[in-house]
């Protein structure tokens, strides 16, 4: 995994908050369903039963529909992971996310023909539903 600075225009910005917005909203659901398992209960839903109940709720709210799938599914295989590593004793429990603070989502699968470099320090990343995003070119670019 690699980071890039991206430097978006003022709509893309709206975008990629938009897609942030969504990732957290999508990972406080995931804790909060943790939370509320106690033991001696049926266990916590998995990361397919989460991927299964997010399609439904895409399919509820239009304002959930707006923002990625990609991105969505994502901060559940994320927390899938955090939880992964709770039960493996290396990390702390995964906690909320607050909006503003560390904010981030990840795109995966990343094809050649989404990236192209427009000149030696500058490149462009096709991010979903967002389109075309210039970024700094800092190292190479490894895609998948």
Same mark, same amino acid.
């Given at each position: 995994m690699s980071r890039y600075r991206l430097q978006p225009s003022?709509?893309?910005?709206?975008?990629?908050?938009?897609?942030?917005?969504?990732a957290r909203y999508v990972w406080n659901l995931a804790v909060e369903q943790h939370a509320c398992w106690k033991p001696g209960r049926k266990s916590a839903p998995g990361f397919a039963e989460q991927c299964r109940q997010l399609?439904?709720? +895409?399919?509820?709210?239009?304002?959930? +529909?707006?923002?990625?799938?990609? @991105?969505?599914q994502q901060a559940l295989k994320d927390f899938a992971q955090a939880m992964a590593h709770y039960f493996g004793g290396t990390h702390r429990r995964p906690a909320w996310r607050r909006r503003g603070r560390g904010e981030g989502f990840r795109i995966?699968? @990343?094809?050649?023909?989404?990236? +192209?470099r427009l000149s030696r320090h500058v490149g462009e990343v096709r991010v979903p539903k967002v389109g075309w995003i210039r970024f700094r070119w800092s190292r190479a670019v490894l895609t998948g």
């Open positions: 003022p709509a893309q910005e709206q975008a990629l908050l938009e897609h942030c917005g969504h399609t439904e709720a +895409r399919a509820a709210f239009a304002w959930l +529909r707006t923002g990625s799938i990609i @991105v969505q995966v699968a @990343v094809k050649a023909g989404d990236v +192209r």
